[in-house]
Structures are given as structure tokens and as C-alpha cells.
């Protein structure tokens, strides 16, 4: 059943699609204002053929009205569209090419699962029971083809309206945080789901979503948007660990901030702490100051005080929360300037060095973990 779909979706696995750097939708400067306020500040971006790109950002920051420029239900005040080589920025959505998912499942209540599903389809009504079949198959929602919305979980509900963009085999899918109003568990399960059906049939994918753990478990890349700007287009890896501005590092993930001092030509102090200072610098601040940002993953504890060959301090753990898979240690530093770290350390380091409050430990901070950036008000 699920390569009858395959057949008949058409980016799936054609000629075309055997470019997949080919680019599928390219924006260029597109803005928009609301009255006073710039809502988009002249975006440019190209998405490939095939890929799955997030849009991630906070609230506010234009990633839905950036969507709906895209899918045609709001119109920019300039820039352009282009989508599979056609400018489609004054096309209304009907001309388009696309499906889409809202949060809000918006299916048609008096409608059953197979009718919401088949609902956009035209031609034969055996063609097209055949699709929905296939589509059903697809989302394995076959069991419960002839029920009504009201009688299905969220997650179904939402796998339902994700058959439906589908139905009319478009170009390309846009999800406007799909899975945001789902309980975490339904959540986790379907962001595999999508991921997993987004590859088989290889269509390229735009997702909305605040949440930074769905955005770098599901992107081929993510576009992070601040007031209406990107930030950074990138790899899950490259937005987590080589975040191009303070804000995409504040944003994505923890991080520790860490005031730090130029020295002389080729040294940084931090506290009592003297590293090797990279060839250019951000901008320093009046106080002769740059921030030195690293992840809490990446400091590490030894057993033994001092550990032979690292420049090591001494930090008394304030306080221990368990985060599941890791526990977090909230450190204060007194010689890299009484600041406060956070670390993050694996079951097995917290049981063998019997980690525990008030505790003293052993620390230090890798070269290659530490990003420099311009001292400035947080975000
Ligand atoms: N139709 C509209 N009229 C006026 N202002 C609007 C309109 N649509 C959006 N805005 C404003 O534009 C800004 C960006 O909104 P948008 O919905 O794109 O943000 P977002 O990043 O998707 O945020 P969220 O995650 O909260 O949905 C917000 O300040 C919002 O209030």
C-alpha cells in the first residue's frame, strides 16, 4: 500500500528529486510590517529539494508570518517567492502547491477520518479510495478510517490532518507547530512519525516551532529568527555548536557566560585563570571585557585535585538537579571570578565521584568548548 503512494506521489523519488541540493523554494528580501511594527526584515532563504527545514525562534519573532507568506495567505509588502521555479508571490494559495498543518487540528467535524482525508481529492471515486486507503496505510490509521474527529486522541487527530495536506500529493508539506499541542510523550512519537513519512516520500518539508529540541531532532537545517531576522541558517550541529550570534547561543540550548579579559597579544584571563587567546576577538566593552561562552556538557570534573596536564579550579556545588538523563551542578568558581558555572555530568561520573551538596570538585574547561562573544545585555 505505502508504495502505491509512492507512486503517485509525484516529488517522491522522480528524476527530479534525484538533485537534492537542487533548490525548491527560494525567498529573496521579504518583508513585512503590521502597521508600525516590521514583522519581517528582508529574509532570504532557499530551501532544497527534499529537505526539512525549521524554522525556530521565539515567540513573536515572525517564524508563522514568515509560513503564511509562503503558503500565500498573507501577501509581503516586498521581496519575492519563488517556488519549483515559479514566482508565486502574488499567486493566491489555491496556485500554490502545497499542504499544510496548523496546531489547531481543523478537521472537519462532521466529516469521518477517510471523508476528512479524501476531502481536497478530485477525479474517479475509485482513484480516490484508493488513495485514502494508501494514505491510511501510511499514517496507520486504517482502523479507525470511519470514525469522527471527536472521537479521536490529538496525536490521531493531527496524523489524520497530516494525511489530508498530503492527499493532494503537493510539493511541498508546511507545519505550523504540529505537534505543540500534544502531550510530551504523543509528541516524541510523532515527531518520528513525521520525520520518517517526511524521508520515505522525500517532500520538502517547512516547519514552524518554538521548541529547540523538536527543531534539532527533526531539521536537515534550522533557521533561527530573531525580530523579524535570521540569525542563522544551519545543521542541528552547527546552530548547537557553532552558534553564530549571543542570541543563537542564549537561545538554542544552556550555555555558561563567563566574563572574561585580553591580556596582552596572546592571553585571556578569566578570573585567576590564564588561556590561550584566539587570533580576533569580538568587540571589547568599556570595562576591557568579552563574554567566554561554553556548554555544560563540556566542563569537566576530575576526580583528583590538581589533575595532571589541565589548568583545573576548585568549585563548590551549590546545587544538584536531576534532568534525567544527566544531572546538572550548579558551581561556584571563586577563581575564575566567583562566577557561577553550570555543569553537566553523566549517572555513572555523579556515582563514582559520590557527588553530593557543598561538596568541593575538581574542574576545568577545554580549549576547544569555548566560543568568545561581545559582552552585552543578555536577551
Ligand atoms: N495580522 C496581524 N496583524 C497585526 N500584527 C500581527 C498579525 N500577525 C502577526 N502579528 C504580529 O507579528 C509578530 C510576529 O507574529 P508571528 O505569529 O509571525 O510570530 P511567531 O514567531 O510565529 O510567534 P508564535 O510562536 O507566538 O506564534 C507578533 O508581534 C504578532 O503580534
Not at 508563522?64 to 519563488?82: C, E, H, K, M, Y
Not at 521555479?85 to 502574488?90: A, F, I, K, Y
Not at 516520500?201 to 534550522?222: K, P
Not at 569580538?282 to 563540556?298: K, S, V
Request: glycine residues 8%; neutral net charge; charged residues 15%.
Amino acid at each position: 500500500m505505502k508504495n502505491d503512494l509512492l507512486a503517485w506521489m509525484k516529488p517522491a523519488h522522480s528524476q527530479e528529486a534525484e538533485t537534492p541540493q537542487a533548490p525548491f523554494l527560494a525567498i529573496d528580501q521579504l518583508s513585512k510590517r503590521f502597521g508600525a511594527l516590521t514583522v519581517l526584515a528582508g529574509i532570504d532563504l532557499v530551501v532544497h529539494k527534499g529537505e526539512f527545514v525549521c524554522l525556530l525562534g521565539p515567540s513573536g519573532c515572525g517564524k508563522t508570518t514568515l509560513l503564511r507568506q509562503v503558503a500565500g495567505l498573507d501577501r509581503p509588502d516586498s521581496g519575492r517567492i519563488v517556488m519549483n521555479g515559479r514566482d508565486v508571490t502574488q499567486l493566491p494559495p489555491g496556485q500554490r502547491d502545497y499542504g499544510i498543518v496548523f496546531q489547531s487540528y481543523a478537521l472537519f467535524p462532521n466529516l469521518t477520518v477517510a471523508d476528512n482525508i479524501g476531502y481536497g481529492l478530485q477525479g474517479p471515486r475509485a482513484t480516490r479510495q484508493q488513495r485514502i486507503r494508501s494514505l491510511l496505510s501510511l499514517i496507520n490509521l486504517d482502523a479507525i478510517a470511519d470514525r469522527y474527529p471527536a472521537q479521536l486522541s490529538g496525536g490521531q487527530q493531527q496524523r489524520v490532518a497530516l494525511a489530508r495536506a498530503l492527499a493532494t500529493s503537493p510539493s511541498l508539506l508546511l507545519l505550523d507547530e504540529p505537534l505543540s499541542a500534544l502531550d510530551a510523550q504523543v509528541r516524541q512519537h510523532l515527531r518520528q512519525e513525521i520525520k520518517a513519512l517526511q524521508h520515505t516520500l522525500n517532500i520538502t518539508t517547512i516547519m514552524v516551532t518554538h521548541d529547540q529540541e523538536e527543531a534539532l531532532t527533526m531539521a536537515d537545517r534550522i533557521v533561527v529568527m530573531h525580530q523579524g531576522r535570521i540569525e542563522q541558517i544551519g545543521t542541528p550541529a552547527e546552530i548547537y555548536h557553532q552558534p553564530a550570534t549571543r542570541f543563537v547561543a542564549s537561545f538554542v540550548g544552556q550555555g555558561n557566560w563567563l566574563h572574561a579579559r585580553p591580556v596582552g597579544n596572546d592571553q585571556l584571563q578569566l578570573g585567576e585563570l590564564t588561556l590561550p587567546r584566539p587570533a580576533v576577538l569580538p568587540p571589547i566593552n568599556a570595562q576591557g571585557q568579552i563574554e567566554l561562552f561554553c556548554r555544560p556538557e563540556h566542563i569537566v570534573l576530575h576526580p583528583n585535585w590538581p589533575a595532571a596536564g589541565v589548568a583545573t579550579a576548585l568549585a563548590d556545588i551549590q546545587r544538584i538537579e536531576l534532568l534525567g538523563p544527566i544531572y546538572r551542578l550548579h558551581l561556584h568558581v571563586p577563581a575564575w571570578g566567583q562566577q557561577t558555572v553550570l555543569a553537566d555530568i553523566g549517572h555513572q561520573t555523579f556515582f563514582t565521584q559520590a557527588i553530593a551538596r557543598q561538596q568541593r570538585v575538581t574542574i576545568s574547561l577545554p580549549d576547544a568548548s569555548q566560543l568568545l562573544f561581545e559582552s552585552e545585555p543578555r536577551p
